[in-house]
Nanobody
Framework: QVQLVESGGGLVQPGGSLRLSCAAS????????MYWYRQTPEQEREWVAT????????MYVDSVKGRFTISRDNAKNTVYLQMNSLKPEDTAVYYC??????????WGQGTQVTVSS
């Protein structure tokens, strides 16, 4: 059974940091690209970051470049999103996504991140 379980969300003040984790099981994690997305009630789900299967390349949406870092540990079947210098506009539910090809796509249940003073 495929599972992606996010954790690490919460309430943080502007300028603060959080690290999200996504633990994967039920598939060969090291063969999948991993993604983080986020969504608010007012907006469609937005892509945030990508990491290749071997961790050799990462990509980010412009709004988080220089503040967020995606990483993975294939030995632990886990992907991370380190979020620094958080802003109120980063408030969203953050989702982990695993993808291999066009048809093997899995989603986690999401974790809430709230940036507020």
């Amino acid at each position: 059974q495929v599972q992606l379980v996010e954790s690490g969300g919460g309430l943080v003040q502007p300028g603060g940091s959080l690290r999200l984790s996504c633990a994967a099981s039920g598939f060969t994690f090291s063969e999948y690209y991993m993604y983080w997305y986020r969504q608010t009630p007012e907006q469609e789900r937005e892509w945030v970051a990508t990491i290749t299967s071997d961790g050799g390349r990462t990509m980010y949406v412009d709004s988080v470049k220089g503040r967020f870092t995606i990483s993975r540990d294939n030995a632990k079947n886990t992907v991370y999103l380190q979020m620094n210098s958080l802003k109120p506009e980063d408030t969203a539910v953050y989702y982990c996504n695993a993808r291999r090809g066009l048809f093997r796509i899995y989603w986690g249940q999401g974790t809430q991140v709230t940036v507020s003073s």
